[in-house]
């Protein structure tokens, strides 16, 4: 037997066996393998608790955090990161607690908005990466930081990130690919579309498809239906934005079937919304309703989320246009009870997070920031 890279446990044959699970379980993740990755992580964690050391299970406790995360189960993703960070602070594990606060701060900021004290987080997790001179956690951090400036509408900052984040994968294939980056790189490009004036929108439209189309091609090559249904979902966006009904309407059907495919439920959701928003357009508000009604359901079993608030907004318009006024007055406020809901939760993770930050990180994120500038 040999001591680990740490010095704090003792490596067996098991433990190898173990890691090895665990390394294929994010790999199936990240590759658009949802459930198999949920399943080979929750084996990785199951040995590594009859194994009883705390190494090894805090490597397996990031790696489903991890693969939580990517099916769209949030808030457990964050529960299993929370375990892996105590047990890193035990541990002493610098490494450890970098790589759990990529996946707080990430999944903080998606289903709750955390984006700013996220982005603290994520800056102290780049900065440790850069220090350790780690390439799978620099992708990580630089990648999630990409999205999260997306969503701050710092839209040249997070294209820095991406590309950098894209570069590093793919010159080194990480564990974290260079689609699933691409892809979020894509989808920064249409937001930003969304934004730019008419002489810039054609030139960042086109942009955005080039990106798109590559990392579709990549996720087609991988195997990896997640990606090729997050591609196909940006690509009715971009038909939208163009007003190419028809397309667009294929593209998000396309993107349905491969999200479900996937196990995906945040973007199964999308992609229903966005065909039932074309139904209603074209009048067939029976079909817009039934598939409202299913993403409203989806959305329901996965809380905290704004989902099922905007859901309930589509069925209240549908409902008035149909002279339903019952129905419409259900669904508005329904609605409101759900914005009210989610302000609330996001305002105590937001309190959480700072107190979280304030009282944990932030020797460590001083230090580490005068490495990372």
């Not at 040995?47 to 939580?68: E, G, M, N, S």
């Not at 996946?103 to 997790?125: P, R, W």
């Not at 009904?245 to 199964?268: F, H, Q, T």
Request: proline share 2%.
């Amino acid at each position: 037997m040999e001591q680990s890279v740490s010095g704090s446990v003792t490596w067996t044959p098991e433990s190898a066996q173990i890691m090895r699970l665990a390394e294929q379980a994010v790999r199936a993740a990240r590759g658009g393998q949802l459930a198999t990755g949920i399943a080979l992580g929750r084996e990785a964690h199951r040995r590594a608790v009859l194994l009883d050391a705390p190494d090894i299970r805090l490597k397996t406790l990031t790696t489903l955090a991890q693969c939580q995360a990517a099916q769209g189960n949030y808030i457990q993703a964050v529960a299993a990161a929370m375990d892996g960070y105590d047990l890193a602070r035990q541990l002493n594990d610098s490494r450890g607690v970098a790589d759990v606060l990529v996946t707080i701060a990430g999944a903080n900021s998606i289903a709750l908005g955390t984006l700013e004290e996220s982005l603290s987080i994520l800056n102290f997790c780049r900065a440790a990466a850069c220090r350790a001179r780690d390439l799978d956690l620099e992708v990580r951090a630089l990648n999630l930081s990409g999205v999260v400036l997306g969503n701050l509408k710092r839209f040249d900052d997070a294209d820095t990130c991406l590309r950098s984040a894209m570069k590093i994968a793919s010159d080194n294939h990480c564990i974290t690919p260079a689609s699933l980056v691409a892809g979020n790189l894509a989808g920064l490009l249409v937001k930003r579309a969304r934004t730019v004036g008419a002489f810039a929108f054609i030139e960042v439209c086109a942009t955005a498809e080039k990106i798109t189309q590559q990392a579709l091609a990549m996720g087609e090559r991988e195997g990896n239906s997640l990606t090729q249904a997050r591609m196909m979902f940006n690509l009715g966006d971009l038909c939208m934005l163009r007003h190419d009904v028809d397309n667009a309407s294929r593209n998000y059907r396309a993107a349905l079937l491969l999200a479900s495919a996937s196990g995906n439920k945040p973007l199964a959701i999308y992609a229903l919304t966005a065909v039932a928003a074309i139904e209603a357009g074209e009048g067939r508000f029976d079909i817009a309703i039934e598939k409202l009604q299913r993403a409203f359901e989806h959305a329901d079993a996965d809380r905290p989320t704004t989902l099922t608030a905007d859901i309930g907004a589509e069925l209240a318009a549908i409902h008035d246009k149909l002279g339903n006024c019952a129905d419409a007055q259900y669904w508005r406020e329904l609605r409101r009870k759900e914005v009210a809901q989610y302000e609330r939760e996001s305002a105590n993770a937001r309190r959480q997070l700072q107190i979280f930050w304030a009282q944990v990180c932030k020797p460590e994120f001083a230090e580490a920031t005068e490495v990372f500038a």
